[in-house]
Antibody, heavy 125, light 107 residues
Framework: QVQLRQWGAGLLKPSETLSLTCAVYGGSFYGYYWGWIRQPPGKGLEWIGE???????NYNPSLKSRVIMSVDPSKNQFSLKLTSVTAADTAVYYC???????????????????WGQGTLVTVSS | DIQMTQSPSSLSASVGDRVTITCRAS??????LNWYQQKPGKAPKLLIYAASTLQSGVPSRFSGSGSGTDFTLTISSLQPEDFATYYCQQSYKTPRTFGQGTKVEIK
């Protein structure tokens, strides 16, 4: 059974760097993209970006200038850094596996089928 | 970015009711549409991908339909464990945007 477990600092001051890591257990690390999604308190989901085992990334343009994703296949881990945080970055951050299923028309359906438990990151002075 | 708009934002229903949630994309996304269920304090759970394919282990009372810009999630007979918030997400282009969510509450 695939499990994702994530960790990182939960309280930051404005201008600091958010740093989270997600470890994958029970499944292959290769052949998937690995994503980050966040959810401000009481609000909806925001896609942050994704990375594959070789380090190829896709970022949300709204966060691209501040996001760095990295991967360590030897540890089955991937990480998120978000620089220069403000109160607007306060949210629950989730890691997730992005699976791809080949359609009959030779393109891939992409979906997040396994999620981490979430980490509440609060930015406050 | 592709904007995803869900309706309604919330609804009240009773156990056994048929519930339909709508998701509309700001441009055609073919069938690149996922549905997730989220309960308070929990991570989202994948219900449906490719607009209508039921994820393994998801009860058959859940179904999805649509293509292009208009999609629906239907719960054929609402069960107590189905009271939650539901999100659609497009996977056609990055950023892979979500709808704002539909909260299903007990009447």
């Amino acid at each position: 059974q695939v499990q994702l477990r994530q960790w990182g600092a939960g309280l930051l001051k404005p201008s600091e760097t958010l740093s989270l890591t997600c470890a994958v257990y029970g499944g292959s690390f290769y052949g998937y993209y690995w994503g980050w999604i966040r959810q401000p308190p009481g609000k909806g989901l925001e896609w942050i970006g994704e990375i594959n085992h070789s380090g190829s990334t896709n970022y949300n343009p709204s966060l691209k200038s501040r996001v760095i994703m990295s991967v360590d296949p030897s540890k089955n881990q991937f990480s998120l850094k978000l620089t220069s945080v403000t109160a607007a970055d306060t949210a629950v951050y989730y890691c997730a596996r992005v699976s791809a299923t080949l359609s009959s028309s030779d393109f891939y359906w992409l979906y997040s089928d396994y999620w981490g438990q979430g980490t509440l990151v609060t930015v406050s002075s | 970015d592709i904007q995803m708009t869900q309706s309604p934002s919330s609804l009240s229903a009773s156990v056994g009711d048929r519930v339909t949630i709508t998701c509309r994309a700001s441009q055609s996304i073919s069938s690149f549409l996922n549905w997730y269920q989220q309960k308070p304090g929990k991570a989202p759970k994948l219900l449906i991908y490719a607009a209508s394919t039921l994820q393994s282990g998801v009860p058959s009372r859940f179904s999805g339909s649509g293509s292009g810009t208009d999609f629906t999630l239907t719960i054929s007979s609402l069960q107590p464990e189905d009271f939650a918030t539901y999100y659609c997400q497009q996977s056609y282009k990055t950023p892979r945007t979500f709808g704002q969510g539909t909260k299903v509450e007990i009447k």
